[in-house]
């Protein structure tokens, strides 16, 4: 594929995961500044590895979970928490990749990132 099919790819899987007034916003706001970086991020992120074929949507966003509590970066897992969720992950999927998080990278990264996932689930009164 050309950059630009590369890129058009990337569009459509950014805006389906993240939300199109979410991505369209993040583009729209781009200046001099960090334009090729938006222009990056479509294009290999989202169009170069979400468009490949090894991994569903739903497991590539059981992985970014990990990943990204692990590094303990509250704004971009608000964010894939709710492209989770338009993969179908359920309530159930996160938590249980939180546990995860727990054993394997420690509890200071689990309480930050059930802090945040609960923001975006909203709390369940089910006990």
């Known amino acids: 594929m050309s950059d630009g099919s590369m890129y058009d790819a990337g569009l ?9 007034d979410y991505v369209d916003n993040s583009i729209g706001n781009a200046d001099s500044f960090n334009s090729e970086f938006q222009e990056l991020v479509t294009r290999y992120c989202w169009g170069e590895v979400w468009s490949r074929e090894g991994l569903t949507r739903r497991e590539r ?4 979970l990990g990943m990204i ?3 303990n970066r509250p704004h971009e897992l608000k964010l894939h928490v709710k492209g989770a969720l338009n993969n ?3 309530r159930d999927d996160i938590k249980e990749v939180l546990l995860q998080v727990m054993i394997y990278c420690g509890v200071p990264a689990a309480v930050d990132s059930f802090r945040v996932a609960r923001e975006v689930l909203g709390h369940d009164n089910d006990r």
């Open 69 to 71: 509590s692990a590094l």
């Open 88 to 90: 179908g992950l359920t």
């Open 61 to 64: 966003s059981l992985i970014n």
């Open 12 to 20: 459509k899987n950014r805006r389906e995961v993240l939300g199109a």
